[in-house]
């Protein structure tokens, strides 16, 4: 890192906690129809990562440096969107990961945005990116699933990895989200919430935050 990147970070790391922004400027129920509509990357350059770490450190920290309950729940609400923010996939006319140096820059320049706390604009970004897209997954078939089940026992075989082998093998099917039992047993494991989360305006309270390198 150069010296002149290193001072930006830390001016923004010790810039005043969410300075000029309120509750109005994002609200939970925008985080959660952004993240069912956009999905986000199962993979990122290595050389991104670094810059990702940082913003998640700087959110964290400022959750963790709250100055009352209102500002800690709006730190909450960016640090629970930024996922969303920066790690979405790209949508039509967007860097693919076939064109990595796009793609990096176009996460370092979501990075950067964020580090300015301009996260509104970034989830209007990512709306409009995909909103006329539909994300389905299209679940493979029983026979599918054991085919591939089949393919990675015997790669980890051929490794002499016997036990992931047998784990490849032993693995339960992928469930269909489509089915009666399916939904009832979600239901059972995660019920509804016993009040709306757009109420929650106050948090008890919150682990320290650990001790960040970048930040100090």
Known sequence: ????????HTDIAERPPLAGLSQTDISWDTITQTRKIVPTM????????????RAFAVYLKRVN?????????????????LPTAILRKSGRKEPSRRNRRSLSNAIRERCRKALNWELPGLLAEAREAFRDCKH?????SP??????????????????????????????????TA?????????????????????????DSLPPAPAYPCLT
């Open 1 to 8: 890192m150069t010296p002149e990147t290193q001072s930006t």
């Open 65 to 81: 440096s709250a100055r009352s309950s209102s500002e800690q729940s709006l730190a909450i609400k960016y640090l629970f969107a």
């Open 136 to 140: 389905k997954r299209t679940l493979p």
């Open 179 to 203: 089915d009666t039992e399916v939904q009832n047993e979600l239901a059972r494991l995660h019920p509804a919430p016993s009040q709306p989360v757009s109420s929650i305006t106050h948090i």
């Open 42 to 53: 199962d993979w990122v350059p290595n050389a991104d990562k670094s810059e990702i770490s």
């Open 143 to 176: 026979n599918d699933q054991a085919k591939s089940q089949q393919r990675r026992a015997i790669a980890r075989a051929q490794k002499g990895e016997y036990r992931r082998a047998l784990a490849a093998l032993m693995s339960a099917p992928i469930a269909d």
